[in-house]
C-alpha cells in the first residue's frame, strides 16, 4: 500500500517530535555527566539544527532517533545517538578551541 506524500511527511514529523524529546533527554544526561554541571551552550550545540544539519536533514535525523526509540526503546535511542552523535559533537567541540 503507498502511502500519500502529505502522510509520509506526516509521519516523518511525528516520529521527529519524539525523537527531538529523546535527545534533549539524551543531551541533558551526557552535558551533567561530561560537565558535572548544567552547560546550556554545550546543550544547545547537540540539540541544534545545525548540528544535526551535518549528519542530513535534522527532522529526519529526530525522526530517525524517534523511529529507534519506538521500536528498540530508549536505551537503543541513546546507544544510537552516543555512536553516531558524540563523535561529531566532540569533533566540533575539539574545532572550536583551536
Not at 524529546?21 to 560537565?35: D, G, I, M, N, Y
Not at 529526519?60 to 559533537?89: H, N
Amino acid at each position: 500500500m503507498n502511502q500519500s506524500k502529505e502522510q509520509q511527511i506526516r509521519e516523518e514529523r511525528e516520529k521527529a517530535w519524539i525523537g527531538d524529546a529523546v535527545l534533549c533527554l539524551f543531551a541533558r544526561k551526557f552535558v551533567l555527566r561530561e560537565r558535572g554541571c548544567m552547560d546550556a551552550e554545550w546543550f544547545t550545540h547537540l540539540t541544534s539544527n545545525g548540528f544535526l544539519s551535518a549528519l542530513g536533514n535534522p527532522t529526519s535525523v529526530e525522526a530517525k532517533i524517534g523511529a529507534i526509540y519506538a521500536e528498540q526503546g530508549l536505551d537503543a535511542a541513546c546507544e544510537w545517538m552516543d555512536e553516531t552523535l558524540i563523535p561529531l559533537f566532540r569533533k566540533q567541540i575539539a574545532n572550536k578551541k583551536k
